[in-house]
């Protein structure tokens, strides 16, 4: 299997590691409630926290020796075992806030012209595709967003549509690895190597990816790629990377951090470790979330939670007698469901279900309009247990025939 590829081997009869709601004093999630959306913003174990407040101590304790001498090394130390994490070096890796400022790094350091195209598809995360239209309006380039159908046949049909709008003009590709409404893994290694034969910078956004699947950077060969630590690796919040490819001659140079300060035009990533006076904690604390992902079982706690997502969409198709959206092999350890009622689709429709969920029974759900449909999103760490799904499907059940409040 590809690094980065939802694994085609695995079944979701396979056995699952010792893991669920004994560790889940490990986190500080609320006693009694069920959480089903550690997608969006991650959920911060306790120990990762303390040395997060350790490095703030340690700042306030000597500030400017901290700042001058400590730090800069330290943050060096700290990207060397991410990016070991991730197959890469730790030259390579500068540290971002989150996905979305590694994006915007990308797209607003690029010089685009009037006419370039920038592809992406219609299931971009909307913050992304928003800094696309900016960056476009700015410079004459044309956002194109190619429509892929949800729910999804399979990758060769993501790849077929995606090839199809490449051009002479498309002068980059940005493609989540997983996407976030539709919880799609895309198949990064096709799409690249297309676009590479092409001339086609490539910028992959996996904000879910690092902690979610197995990664080795450097195979993806793409100009840029951007993940988040404080999703699936359970980091601080504010912890995310940019990884600059050293194989691609624009990935490092005259790529810029959206906040330029002291460093502007140093050696990649300098330019990137200091943007001005602020806590540096989450990044710091990165090699703690590491260790804790790895004392929990490092793979196999993300094979663990891609298994138990699969069983616990298995429960809610047989129970709610709904379809799965997309094959097995573009499922991670978030999978999107069609929503079982029939209410008019809206975003507000589908906040109004999220919010009556979580305040008739105390479950954290993603609930969510995509191409005119309600969606749901389920998702999986090694907290949950398969009865959350099983309390989630039998209050589907229940309750649905009392929209729009679900019971
Ligand atoms: C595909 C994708 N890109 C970007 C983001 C933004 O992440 P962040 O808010 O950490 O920047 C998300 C968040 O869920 C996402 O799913």
Redesign the pocket.
């Known amino acids: 299997m590809d690094k980065g590829s939802a694994p085609a081997t695995e079944s979701a009869d396979a056995p699952l590691p010792r893991l669920g709601r004994s560790i889940r004093r490990e986190w500080l999630l609320e006693e009694g409630m069920i959480f089903l959306n550690h997608?969006?913003f991650g959920a911060t174990p306790r120990r990762v926290l303390r040395a997060q407040q350790d490095w703030r101590l340690a700042l306030e304790r000597q500030p400017i020796h901290f700042m001058i001498d400590i730090l800069p090394a330290a943050l060096r130390t700290a990207a060397s075992e991410l990016a070991a994490f991730l197959g890469a070096t730790g030259q390579d890796v500068a540290f971002v806030d989150?996905?979305?400022?590694g994006v915007n790094s990308v797209l607003r350091s690029l010089r685009l012209q009037p006419g370039d195209e920038v592809l992406t598809t219609s299931h971009v995360?909307p913050?992304?595709g928003k800094t696309i239209s900016y960056v476009c309006r700015r410079t004459g380039a044309v956002p194109v967003h190619v429509a892929v159908p949800f729910p999804c046949a399979g990758p060769q049909e993501v790849v077929d549509r995606v090839v199809r709008a490449m051009t002479p003009r498309t002068r980059l590709l940005v493609i989540?690895h997983?996407?976030?409404a539709t919880a799609l893994v895309l198949p990064v290694h096709e799409l690249t190597r297309e676009a590479r034969q092409r001339g086609i910078l490539v910028l992959v956004?996996g904000?879910?990816a690092p902690g979610m699947l197995p990664l080795d950077l450097p195979t993806f060969a793409t100009d840029w790629y951007t993940g988040?630590c404080?999703k699936w690796l359970c980091g601080c919040k504010g912890s995310?990377f940019l990884w600059g490819n050293p194989e691609s001659e624009a990935a490092q140079s005259d790529i810029h951090p959206p906040v330029i300060s002291h460093f502007l035009d140093e050696n990649w990533p300098a330019e990137f470790d200091f943007i001005g006076t602020r806590d540096y904690s989450p990044w710091l604390s990165v090699p703690e979330a590491l260790r804790f992902l790895q004392d929990l079982g490092g793979e196999r706690v993300m094979e663990h939670n891609r298994i138990l997502a699969r069983k616990g969409a298995l429960v809610l198709q047989s129970t709610l007698g709904i379809a799965p959206a997309a094959p097995e092999s573009m499922l991670g350890s978030i999978i999107t469901l069609p929503w079982p009622g029939t209410e008019t689709p809206s975003d507000e429709m589908a906040q109004d279900l999220r919010r009556a969920l979580w305040e008739n029974h105390r479950i954290e759900l993603m609930v969510l309009c995509f191409d005119g449909r309600l969606w749901f999103r389920i998702s999986a760490h090694a907290y949950n247990e398969i009865d959350d799904y099983e309390r989630l499907a039998e209050v589907l059940q229940t309750h649905l025939p009392s929209r729009p409040g679900v019971g």
Do not use: K, L
């Open positions: 997608g969006s989150n996905a979305t400022t995360y913050a992304v989540d997983i996407t976030s956004d904000a879910h988040n404080h995310a």
